[in-house]
Nanobody
Framework: QVQLVESGGGLVQPGGSLRLSCAAS????????ISWYRQAPGKQRELVAT???????DYAPSVWGRFTISKDNPKNTVYLKMNSLKPEDTAVYYC???????WGQGTQVTVSS
């Protein structure tokens, strides 16, 4: 069964950085599109970033220039590097594989002083 496991969340001060990881099993990130979503309390889940099988990337306007999505095919892992974090980035972050409609369990990111 396909599994996606996120890690790397935590508490960080405004302006700080975090790197989230999404480790996949059974499916190969090298041939699949993977996206990161986030959901803040009381808000709808929103798309943050996407990386295709070929390595093309796309970002939500709110994170453009601050977040970078990448992948390591041998490690079968997708990353989300988040810089210049703001309090409004606080949310649970999920990775998602649309071809198999599989979500990870999520990892909490809290940006606060």
């Amino acid at each position: 069964q396909v599994q996606l496991v996120e890690s790397g969340g935590g508490l960080v001060q405004p302006g700080g950085s975090l790197r989230l990881s999404c480790a996949a099993s059974v499916m190969r990130v090298s041939i699949n599109t993977i996206s990161w979503y986030r959901q803040a309390p009381g808000k709808q889940r929103e798309l943050v970033a996407t990386i295709t099988s070929g390595g093309s990337t796309d970002y939500a306007p709110s994170v453009w220039g601050r977040f970078t999505i990448s992948k390591d095919n041998p490690k079968n892992t997708v990353y989300l590097k988040m810089n210049s974090l703001k309090p409004e980035d606080t949310a649970v972050y999920y990775c998602y594989a649309p071809r198999v409609d599989r979500w990870g369990q999520g990892t909490q990111v809290t940006v606060s002083s």
